[in-house]
């Protein structure tokens, strides 16, 4: 009867650790990868667990497997190049480009040569 009460006790921890196992497969899966991936493969892993429906396991799953391309380099690197075309600072697209649409010059700047108004012809006003 003891020998029984073990090998049962046994049994159970192995079956629980097998499932927990095949159950945290996708985020070990996704660990390599992308922290916004593997946060977003974590989160429907703890939602397949809490809630028991399969389908956000299986979702995970092939998102763990599935290679999501790095978008945030590409278009650093895009960035990066149009600002050097444009002749801005490295790093401060963004600020020049609000800065020139407020009409504000910087003292590191050139300043812009004041805009040309037309005068109107005389009797169109």
């Known amino acids: 009867m003891v020998v029984a009460a073990i090998i049962l006790l046994a049994a159970v ?7 927990l196992r095949l159950h945290t497969l996708p985020e ?4 390599k ?9 974590a989160v429907l892993g703890l939602l397949a667990l809490f ?3 399969h389908l956000f396991w299986v979702i995970g ?15 650093s690197r895009m960035a990066g190049s149009l600002e050097k075309i444009a002749g801005i600072a490295p790093g401060r697209g963004g600020e020049a480009a609000s ?4 009409g504000i010059v910087r003292p590191d700047d ?3 040569p004041p805009p040309a ?9």
């Open 110 to 112: 050139k300043p812009a």
């Open 28 to 31: 070990r899966i996704a660990h």
């Open 99 to 102: 800065d020139i649409e407020h």
């Open 33 to 41: 990868s992308h922290k916004l991936q593997f946060e977003i493969v």
């Open 13 to 19: 921890l192995g079956v629980g650790l097998l499932f």
């Open 61 to 75: 799953l092939m998102l763990a497997l599935i290679d999501v391309p790095d978008f945030s380099g590409m278009f």
């Open 117 to 125: 108004v037309a005068a109107a012809p005389a009797g169109q006003l």
């Open 51 to 53: 809630t028991h429906v």
